[in-house]
DNA sequence: AAGTGGTCTAGACCACGCG
DNA sequence: GCGTGGTCTAGACCACTTT
């Protein structure tokens, strides 16, 4: 949809689709809180641009960018490891009786790399993936596609903190540098699975985005 | 409500408060996205531990804190001012029009500095507040009851920086120190009416939440 | 089987923007 | 006055958990 352009009204959209006020409503607010459209009460619901920021503190993840151009680079495709400790948010005791699936990826944006993700699932509730068998590159595509789970939320937890020497090296700036440090937990449809991650990121040029509304 | 306990049911609250179950789950989406529940499909809403962590990034802001011992130095008490250039979310043109007003704050938990927050708003949309007169030295809090005003939603930006010699020294941290730097506007229920705020905050001890759930 | 949360339909009334 | 979004009531059906 053109930008400043305004959708149809909700009891147009009712009507387009079949569906309630309810419905309607509930699909618009998924748009307002990714940044897609502002309401105005009153006049309607407005196309709008995204920011150029990463959109990262949303369920939507990295794919939620306002970016097309970005470009996944594996570091480590996944394997089967023992849990590390010191999780912000730590596993079920569930999540820990097993081993884990660990892979690690930094994401570029016109070639700058801006993110070093650290990934880990628990084995006993999906089965091993490959990296390599990721659909279009990407992990929660191909949870959604091939496994039909969806991301229902996130916890997150951040930090600035100096760039460790393999992150720097990795994100191609000097050791010390500030950096921001996200722990963060996706909760799933499939009610023991959790993805964790520890991820490094680079907000010099893509600051991380955040809306929130009621 | 004590932690690990569940709610009454849905249908319970619904007979409680005379309301439906649109009305509950509202209320309860708040309570879960605040993070002082989950929702565990087939048994209830349980309460949980909040964790350690700011909670800046919701609409309730620093008041949505874990921690009841913050503490607010005011440092530089409401004046007028020209708007500055360089926010991230620039005020609108009606805002940019008038002038603005500014006051400077810090945040602290248990004696240490945790936030320096630089906030402006329009005079346009809003009488000048001397910070002396806030209610319970809360900006919210004398906005929701002395000017009936509501956030609605915020929008941030987020990015790790290290600390300027001004910041370092309220924040009491080696200049260069990396910190973390929020540009934030709030929206209210007064539609002219925004917030904006320049935030630096040290997240060694205290870092940010935040949650987001569909 | 019974109780829970997840989702939906159907329809009402209100507050805001605009002509 | 009319159309817009904001909120609410009332009630249904489904999926999941527990007994």
């Known amino acids: 949809?053109?930008?400043?352009?305004?959708l149809p009204s909700e009891h147009e959209l009712c009507?387009?689709?079949s569906a309630t006020r309810t419905t309607v409503r509930k699909a618009l607010d998924e748009l307002l809180r990714e940044g897609y459209i502002v309401k105005e009460h009153g006049r309607g619901s407005r196309v709008v641009e995204r920011g150029r920021s990463l959109g990262l503190l949303t369920v939507k993840g990295f794919s939620g960018s306002t970016?097309?151009?970005?470009?996944?680079q594996v570091t480590q495709p996944s394997e089967v490891r023992e849990w590390v400790r010191g999780f912000a948010f730590p596993p079920t005791d569930q999540e820990q009786k097993s081993t884990c699936v660990f892979f690690q990826r930094v994401r570029s944006?016109?070639?700058t790399p801006v993110v070093v993700e650290n990934n880990w699932y628990s084995t006993s509730a999906l089965e091993f993936i490959h990296t390599a068998d990721f659909i279009d590159g990407s992990?929660?595509?191909t949870l959604r596609q091939k496994y039909h789970v969806e991301i229902m939320g996130v916890e997150q937890q951040i930090r600035a903190e100096p760039a460790s020497a393999e992150v720097a090296r990795m994100l191609k700036l000097a050791p010390g540098q500030a950096i921001l440090f996200i722990?963060?937990?996706?909760k799933t449809s499939k009610p023991d699975l959790n993805l964790y991650g520890s991820w490094y990121c680079n907000t010099?040029?893509?600051p991380i985005g955040s809306s929130y509304f009621r």
């Open 1 to 6: 949809m053109a930008v400043d352009t305004y």
């Open 183 to 186: 722990s963060i937990r996706f």
């Open 204 to 206: 010099k040029e893509y």
């Open 15 to 17: 009507g387009q689709f």
């Open 139 to 141: 992990f929660f595509k």
């Open 67 to 72: 970016h097309q151009a970005v470009d996944t």
């Open 109 to 111: 944006i016109l070639g």
